[in-house]
C-alpha cells in the first residue's frame, strides 16, 4: 500500500509569493495533520484536518490556511511567503484524529524562501 | 506546550544501552515516540496511553509515568541502524500531539 505522499518535494519562492502544498492520506485514513518542521527542530503542529472539517490549529498566523477534500487529500496555503517560513512541511495522516492514533508521516516539502 | 527531551544528544558505541526522557508541565492523555533520519520523515516508534503502560518491540521499549507526566525511551544493545533523532510527542486530551525538540543520538561502529 502506498504511503503518505506529498508534492512537490521541495520548491523554491520569494517573499511575498503564496504557495500551496499538497497531501495524499494513506488508503482508508480519514484525518490528516500537517506541521512545520525547521531545522534542528522537532515538527510543530499546524492544522488538523477530518471528514472536511478543521479539527485543530496550531499558533501559526492567518495566513495558513488549509482544507480537505471528499477524498481526504488536503492542501496548506501560504500567502505573503516570510523568510522565516523556510522549511520542511510535513503531512502525517491517521485513521481517525485522536491522539491515541499514531501518525505516519510523507517524506514533506521542503520550501525555501529568497 | 511543548514537553522537554533530555538529553538533547548522545554518542554510543554499537552493543551499549541508552535512555532517552519526555517530560511534560501538563497532564498527559498519551505519549508518542518517532524516530527521524536525516533527510527521511518522522516513523512512528509507539505509542503508551496509560500509566504505567510500557511497551517494546526488538530492543525498543518505553515507558510512561502518567503521575510524574513523564516518558522514557529505552535502546538496549544499540545498533548502528538505530542512529537519528528521536522525538517524543505529547497529546493531552485535544487530539493534538505536539512534539520535542528532539534528541540526537549517533552509534559508532
Known amino acids: 500500500d502506498a504511503g503518505v505522499t506529498q508534492s512537490p518535494t521541495h520548491l523554491i519562492k520569494t517573499r511575498g509569493q503564496h504557495v500551496t502544498l499538497r497531501c495524499s492520506p494513506i488508503?482508508?485514513?480519514?484525518?490528516v495533520s500537517w506541521y512545520q518542521q525547521v531545522l534542528g527542530q522537532g515538527p510543530q503542529f499546524i492544522f488538523q484536518?477530518?471528514?472536511?472539517?478543521?479539527?485543530g490549529r496550531g499558533n501559526f498566523p492567518d495566513r495558513f490556511s488549509a482544507r480537505q477534500f471528499p477524498n481526504y487529500s488536503s492542501e496548506l496555503n501560504v500567502n505573503a511567503l516570510l523568510l522565516g517560513d523556510s522549511a520542511l512541511y510535513l503531512c502525517?495522516?491517521?485513521?481517525?484524529?485522536?491522539?491515541?492514533?499514531?501518525?505516519?508521516f510523507g517524506d514533506g516539502t521542503r520550501l525555501s524562501i529568497l | 506546550q511543548q514537553p522537554v527531551q533530555s538529553p538533547q544528544a548522545v554518542i554510543l558505541r554499537e552493543g551499549e544501552d541508552a535512555v532517552i526522557n519526555c517530560s511534560s508541565s501538563?497532564?498527559?492523555?498519551?505519549v508518542h515516540w518517532y524516530r527521524q533520519k536525516h533527510g527521511e520523515a518522522p516513523v512512528f516508534l509507539m505509542i503508551?496511553?496509560?500509566?504505567?503502560e510500557q511497551k517494546g518491540h526488538d530492543k525498543i521499549s518505553a515507558s510512561f509515568n502518567e503521575k510524574k507526566q513523564q516518558s522514557s525511551l529505552y535502546l538496549t544493545a544499540s545498533q548502528l541502524s538505530y542512529s537519528g533523532t528521536y522525538f517524543c510527542?505529547?497529546?493531552?486530551?485535544?487530539?493534538?500531539?505536539?512534539f520535542g525538540k528532539g534528541t540526537r543520538l549517533h552509534i559508532l561502529p
Open positions: 502525517a495522516s491517521s485513521l481517525v484524529p485522536l491522539g491515541h492514533q499514531p501518525q505516519h
Open positions: 510527542g505529547t497529546e493531552n486530551r485535544d487530539d493534538k500531539i505536539i
Open positions: 503508551l496511553l496509560k500509566g504505567g
Open positions: 501538563k497532564a498527559l492523555y498519551s
Open positions: 484536518y477530518y471528514e472536511k472539517e478543521e479539527r
Open positions: 488508503s482508508g485514513h480519514k484525518s
